[in-house]
């Protein structure tokens, strides 16, 4: 176990804010993360935190940042030919991703290249490129921080949605997540190549049926391509969520804007795309001090060198007003800020 006391947690966000915790603290194993829970006091400020890619510090935090340093990958192989890959909650999730489209297990390789840890891809249900985390989870392991009991949780119990879990809401800071299982396919059903613009990177490549690593290479590069890579230009991915409407909101919208690209969810609700309507009120590419809006991409804020929370905190809010004057839609943050 790890600990750290009046510790810079500028390693451990990809938004490279330079802010400082109380304590921080390491476990690799579930021995440890069970001496950990006996470590917090109930009524200290607690920090769960992963790779730091969905996070934005506004300043020191008073109390204990917790991370898990637990790794390792298991597969085993189920009746029915699936995979169950167990991997600690301290992986890289891109390297669960890498093992496997090694080995043919189907299932992660859209999910290609988001950053972050595999103990995050169950709190934040990560997705892209019309692929989910959840759909692949079996399990979750935790200790529970009140007791130091192992509990394990079903997929069913954790109630995903669009990036949303119980971690985040009821379970919050309840938990230490030690390991996640993933269920892979080992027989090849179709693949995932709807969305976007992977076909036509497919077609300039001239791939008419792309094998698991070849479809991985393409995300890998449109990933690339769009996102500002953090050790360049700080940054935490998509900063905000995409915002769903009601269908009478959406269609006086689309009405107004017949090009407007939407995602159908139900009867009843449209998905807008964040980066379009941030892109239609003129940020993308701006700067306002040391804080920006990725020139690729209108949903990433970036830190230009030095930004401080405050500063990215000051130009996500004058982004949402204007996207509330313009098109009436309220947008919030996806990125979890402290
Ligand atoms: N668009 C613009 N201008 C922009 C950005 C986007 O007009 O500056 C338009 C695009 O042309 C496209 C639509 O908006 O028609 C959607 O854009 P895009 O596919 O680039 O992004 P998204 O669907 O809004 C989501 C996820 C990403 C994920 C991509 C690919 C959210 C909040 N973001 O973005 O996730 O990589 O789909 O599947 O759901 C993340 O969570 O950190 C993340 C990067």
């Not at 192989?77 to 909650?89: E, M, P, V």
């Not at 007791?147 to 949303?164: H, K, L, M, Q």
């Not at 830190?303 to 905190?313: L, P, S």
């Amino acid at each position: 176990m790890r600990i750290e006391k009046n510790y810079s947690l500028l390693k451990h966000n990809t938004f490279g804010i330079d802010a400082k915790c109380h304590r921080f603290v390491e476990y690799e194993t579930v021995e440890e993360a069970q001496r950990v829970t006996e470590m917090l006091a109930a009524d200290e400020p607690l920090l769960i935190v992963g790779e730091g890619s969905n996070l934005l510090l506004t300043g020191d935090f008073q109390g204990t940042v917790v991370h898990s340093a637990i790794k390792g990958i298991e597969s085993a192989l189920t009746a029915n030919g699936d995979i169950l890959l167990k991997a600690g909650s301290g992986e890289t999730w891109d390297d669960v991703v890498a093992c496997c489209v090694e080995n043919g297990w189907q299932g992660a390789e859209n999910l290609s290249l988001i950053p972050g840890e595999v103990g995050a891809s169950a709190v934040q249900n990560i997705g892209a490129y019309g692929a989910e985390v959840k759909d692949l989870i079996t399990e979750v392991e935790a200790v529970e921080i009140a007791t130091g009991r192992i509990s394990t949780f079903s997929r069913e119990s954790c109630a995903y949605g669009y990036r949303d879990s119980k971690f985040k809401h009821e379970w919050k800071n309840h938990y230490l997540i030690t390991h996640v299982t993933y269920r892979l396919r080992t027989v090849g059903a179709p693949l995932n190549v709807a969305y976007g613009n992977i076909q036509a990177e497919l077609d300039k490549r001239g791939i008419a049926e792309p094998t698991l690593k070849q479809l991985r290479e393409v995300i890998i590069a449109i990933r690339r391509e769009k996102l500002p890579d953090p050790k360049v230009e700080g940054n935490a991915g998509s900063f905000f969520m995409n915002p769903v409407v009601d269908r009478e909101v959406f269609e006086s919208l689309q009405h107004q804007y017949p090009d407007m690209p939407h995602y159908n969810i139900d009867e009843a609700h449209e998905k807008v795309p964040a980066g379009w309507l941030i892109d239609q009120c003129g940020w993308k590419g701006r700067t306002v001090g040391r804080a920006g809006v990725h020139a690729k991409q209108a949903l990433v804020l970036v830190n230009r060198g030095g930004a401080t929370g405050e500063e990215i905190v000051q130009l996500c809010n004058a982004i949402c007003q204007d996207v509330k004057s313009k098109f009436g839609i309220l947008i919030s943050p996806e990125v979890n800020i402290i």
